[in-house]
């Protein structure tokens, strides 16, 4: 496993370089890059085929700066400055443990103020380039594939909000142990939570600027499972906890290696299980007994799901379908997964994981919601 992408860099290419990037982390900020890419891709398609409209926005220009724009300037550049100063004259603490590093108190107070100072200047000279004697307002055009790089921050943020809300509702007696590593901390990522409040937040930004909610779900829902793949290779390259059950069926396929059926996980970041012999240093644990790989059934299931949506999305003609097609295949897939994978069970139904209602529920919006669609086209 490699817990960081030095562990990574380094047994790919033998060369040792200290880098604060947890592999984990690496993958998901990965999948949101060309999550992105396709988002737009299909944004610009469908403003070409008419399905999506030019955004016309009033806008007052010639504004000098304001008390908001100094405010952001100084927090943004101070905690920018504090952290980075100091990362540089103690980059082996960073290294180390970025997350702690990161959420501790230590850092430069003569970098911030620097830093702060720095953003300030410059945020009000742009400022003054653009300055009228008189500030006017304008009409602004926008095509809407331009509004995909908010949409994507909107995104990220309410996403991770939601998924570490959901992955503490999972597992509330970790959460009561220790609240503030449980929220803060950079795994325990719930992906439906993630997907829920970033469905929201993003279909409300969308609609203030008039983008058709059903084209806007359609435009998401392949980029959505691709991104859920590339998130997944993050999760099996790190050993992040997310792996099946104790593999009791191990096939004798010549052809394929043994760890797609059973692994032990060697070197896992959340440093689970038995040391490992004669390893020294961080993360040298690995399971005691061989696991199901399931983020890397994952991966593969995800990557099929997403060719078979990107293939058909040309072909049906009533918007908000492909969504509900990946809502049912996405809810299936993860439906499934749950049945050999480790995770928190509620006492009901003899025994039920969070993912497994959520995912039975989205199979059922999926199937409801492609009936009432196609039958509204067909009226």
Known sequence: ???????????????????????FGFFVALAFVIGSYFISQEFKRKEKEGLLSIIKKKVKIGKGITTYEILSAVIGGFFIGFKLVEAIFNYDALVENPQAFILSSRGSMMGG????????????????????ETPKWIEQTLHPYQLVGNMIIIAAISGIIGAKIFASLENWNDFL??????????????????LIFGAISVSYYAKKNGIKLLHLIDIFAPALMLS????????????????????????????LPDWIWSYNYPNNV???????????????????????P????????????????????????IAGILFFVYLTLNGIERFFIEKIRVNTKYDILGGITQAEIISFC???IGVLGTFILYRNNRK
């Open 1 to 23: 496993m490699y817990p960081t992408i030095s562990h990574l860099i380094y047994d790919l290419l033998g060369i040792n370089i200290p880098l604060p990037i947890q592999t």
């Open 113 to 132: 103020i620097i830093v702060a100072s720095i953003s300030v200047y410059t945020k009000y000279k742009e400022k003054e380039k653009t300055k009228l």
């Open 177 to 194: 142990l220790d609240p503030w590593g449980q929220l803060f901390s950079f795994s325990g990522l719930t992906f439906y939570g993630g």
């Open 228 to 255: 859920y793949g590339i998130g997944r290779i993050g999760c099996h390259l790190s050993g992040d906890g997310d792996w099946g059950i104790i593999a009791t069926q191990q096939p004798d396929w010549w052809f």
């Open 270 to 292: 959340l440093g689970r299980g038995i040391p490992i012999p004669g390893c020294e240093g961080n993360f040298c644990n690995q399971l005691a007994e061989n696991v199901y």
């Open 294 to 317: 399931t983020p890397f059934y994952e991966i593969i299931m995800a990557g099929l799901i997403f060719v078979f949506l990107w293939n058909i999305r040309k072909r049906i003609n």
């Open 362 to 364: 989205l199979i059922l």
